[in-house]
């Protein structure tokens, strides 16, 4: 006889878990108890939205899904802007959550939440199991929805009776059959044909990249076309590390806060390539625009997602992989030497030099000398607020990733990512970068890295307020600050030191830089606190 | 414009709420949605129609087709399809009125199915426009309930087929 809690971690480890991001709680005992006895490791966050964010940060870094667990209830509803963070993001996760015993489920019994309910329209599908014996199959149709297609969180609700009640075997099924569920892979040949003939015509075509070249894997083929071809790439904010920062084919990231050049190119192209990207209101603020003056070659996996914000001329449903390595066989097109000679002017006509303060850590120059330091496959995790603009614009990617909460803005996002990237990339630099108030939404974690003993290297841009939305006041509200001003800092160096965790305060360039240089050297977690003067802009 | 889609789902508890719940978060707008089995039980077939322009059309397709349970979506384009809803009228009708009421239910071909003292209640399955007809028929006596089923759809296989 087996129990549906042994079942539950037999699947975890048929889908080769080694890492599950958690808090327990009653309902979720019988699972966690079984978890124990096994080599399955379990990071006790400290609160359960921060579950989610590691297991984001570790299904990123890693390539693979992600698995979260939390208790019923205020366990699980903690975990929802999580989820919610994970889904607008496409990013897979398995999200376990307890719930109260299936016969009094409904009565509002202590600790119970519908959160299969709660969560519907942030999951990419959701199940409450009634059964035990269910377990193996929901198990692996959960793993294979979140993974494949366009990838996203799958929640998985279990009533702790499921988990207590046995069953004679355990048999995991090597297949999964859900007829709804056939994502299309390749790229439709006429498409493509259609897709080929258009690029063949076109004076000024710009590729857009987004997350979904990173997700499918495609980041070589997509270096290796525009390379073949010529044609310059802007990213999203998603797409960043699409290309490294320093490629001169590489414009810059695009949109409200992205680079001026790189908007400038795509408002001026007559062929516009979206490669795995979604078109969000911060990236193209006016789709209409762009399509009056340029055709436009939607690649994406999710059929849905063509069309939706942008009028499409060639739609190519299909994983990005597939659909550029077919494009790439037929592909024969030159860029007219002069479109590219305008973007490079442009590029440096844009340019803009930081503006400095005395006694103040200047972020942008510093972001850019950052990325000097930290080694060339680092993981940058940028958190939400003017800290996220400042790495997106400054932080000059090689080889390494760049991972933010781009589509839900989810402040607190980094410090939790980064724990679940370090422990997926144990011999990667990983550095999160956060303001003062993102990292004060992420506080508890640093017991996490404490425990843990996470070389995990953390960066606060202390400029006591609310930079973002301050500056936002500063432009539309007559500059009054309402409720943006933080006031009470706390010492983050001291903080941080009651941790156990090195610790330092920077208030000028060079002052950041050599602690950035200690910190890298060292093997240990390190908080560095920027001091930056609140009037510093995004852009 | 009215369009009337056809979703085919897995008859899983649940598959109900994750297919409304796409509707108030994409700000969808529906008039009827009618659910029930089909010839394998394993499968139901949601009818909706929905009201919208082209492009909130193929979006409600798109997104319903994500939702996992969903199997198939199609939107019937007029003319390939017979439509039909089922809907209870309850009518007052005094004793010097009750024939003048027949007279109705037989003209529109509507059963009468419950008869009181003061009320009839006609039991009507036909086209919307023709429940329209009907209510605007008996109106002049009194409506105290309507309940409807929304409309159901199946695709035409002759052409030559009563609308």
């Known amino acids: 006889m087996i129990s549906g809690a042994e079942i539950m971690v ?24 079984y978890l124990y006895k096994t080599d399955i490791k379990a990071v006790l966050v400290r609160q359960e939205q921060n579950a989610a964010h590691s297991a984001s940060g570790y299904a990123r870094a890693l390539s693979t899904v992600g698995v979260c667990v939390a208790t019923s209830g205020p366990g699980a509803l903690n975990m929802i802007t999580g989820i919610a963070t994970a889904y607008m993001d496409s990013i897979p996760l398995v999200c376990i959550t307890g719930q109260v015993r299936s016969d009094v489920l409904g009565r509002d019994v202590f600790q119970e939440a519908d959160i299969t309910g709660a969560c519907e329209s942030f999951v990419k599908h959701s199940y409450l199991v009634k059964d035990t014996a269910e ?4 198990f692996k149709e959960a793993f294979h929805i979140a993974s494949t297609g366009r990838p996203g969180p799958v929640l998985i609700d279990v009533p702790v009776d499921v988990q207590t009640a046995e069953i004679e075997e355990f048999v995991y099924p090597d297949k999964v059959n859900i007829i709804g569920y056939k994502p299309s892979v390749k790229g439709h040949p006429m498409q493509i044909k259609r897709a080929l003939e258009m690029i063949a015509e076109s004076k000024r075509p710009v590729i857009c990249a987004g997350g979904g070249v990173l997700s499918s894997g495609a980041k070589p083929r997509l270096r290796e076309f525009s390379e073949k071809t010529g044609i310059p790439v802007v990213s999203t904010m998603m797409g960043i590390g699409v290309m490294p920062s320093d490629d001169p084919l590489y414009v810059g990231m695009l949109g409200s806060h992205g680079k001026k050049a790189a908007n400038v190119t795509v408002h001026n192209a007559d062929l516009v390539i979206l490669c795995g990207a979604r078109v969000g209101d911060r990236a193209v603020a006016s789709p209409d625009q762009v399509v009056e003056h340029a055709n436009v070659i939607h690649i994406d ?3 849905a997602e063509i069309g939706k914000n942008m009028k499409t001329t060639v739609p190519i449903v299909g994983d990005m992989k597939n659909v550029l390595s077919q494009m790439l066989k037929d592909v024969d097109y030159t860029t007219p030497g002069e479109w590219k000679q305008q973007i490079e002017s442009w590029k440096a006509e844009f340019a803009k030099e930081p503006e400095s303060f005395e006694g103040f850590v200047e972020p942008k120059s510093f972001i850019a000398r950052l990325s000097k330091l930290v080694h060339t496959k680092a993981i ?9 603009i400042w790495c997106a614009n400054n932080y000059r990617i090689k080889d390494g990733r760049f991972f933010t909460s781009g589509g839900m803005g989810t402040m607190g996002y980094s410090v939790p990512a980064a ?6 990339r144990p011999s990667r630099d990983v550095v999160a970068v956060c303001g003062d108030g993102s990292f004060q939404m992420a506080l508890p974690e640093l017991a996490t890295i404490a425990v843990e003993k996470l070389n995990v290297k953390i960066i606060v841009m202390r400029n006591t307020v609310l930079g973002m939305v301050h500056e936002l006041q500063d432009k539309h509200y007559g500059s009054r600050y309402a409720v943006t001003e933080l006031e009470a800092v706390p010492d983050f160096v001291k903080l941080a030191q009651s941790y156990g965790i090195d610790a330092a305060f920077a208030s000028s360039n060079e002052e950041a830089e050599m602690y950035t240089k200690q910190m890298l050297r060292s093997d240990k977690p390190f908080v560095l606190v920027c001091n930056v003067h609140p009037n510093t802009s995004s852009i | 414009m009215k369009y009337t889609l056809s979703v085919l789902v897995e008859n899983h508890p649940g598959v109900l709420s994750k297919v409304s719940g796409l509707f108030s978060r994409r700000a969808f707008n529906i008039d009827s949605l009618a659910v029930g089995i089909t010839e394998d039980p394993g499968i139901s077939r949601m009818t909706i129609v929905a009201d919208g322009d082209e492009y909130v059309i193929e979006q409600l397709e798109k997104q319903l087709n994500k939702v996992i349970p969903v199997i198939k979506v199609r939107t019937y384009t007029e003319g390939d399809y017979i439509s039909r809803e089922l809907s209870l009228i309850k009518v007052n009708s005094p004793t010097n009125k009750r024939l003048d009421i027949m007279k109705i239910a037989e003209l529109m071909e509507a059963r009468i199915v419950d008869v009181s003292v003061n009320t009839m209640t006609l039991q009507f399955a036909d086209t919307v426009e023709r429940f329209e007809t009907l209510c605007d028929l008996l109106k002049p006596y009194g409506i105290r309930e309507i309940v409807r089923t929304g409309t159901v759809a199946i695709e035409k296989d002759s052409v030559v087929s009563r609308k």
Do not use: H, T
């Not at chain 1, 995790?381 to 003017?386: M, T």
């Not at chain 1, 724990?419 to 997926?424: I, Q």
């Open chain 1, 10 to 33: 037999k699947c975890l480890q048929q889908e080769n878990v080694s890492v599950v991001f958690g808090y327990p709680g009653a309902v979720i005992c019988p699972f966690f108890d």
């Open chain 1, 135 to 138: 377990l193996p199959r929901i």
């Open chain 1, 301 to 303: 996996i999710d059929p």
């Open chain 1, 380 to 388: 940058m995790v940028a958190d939400v607020g003017q800290n996220q």
């Open chain 1, 419 to 424: 724990v679940g990237a370090k422990l997926a």
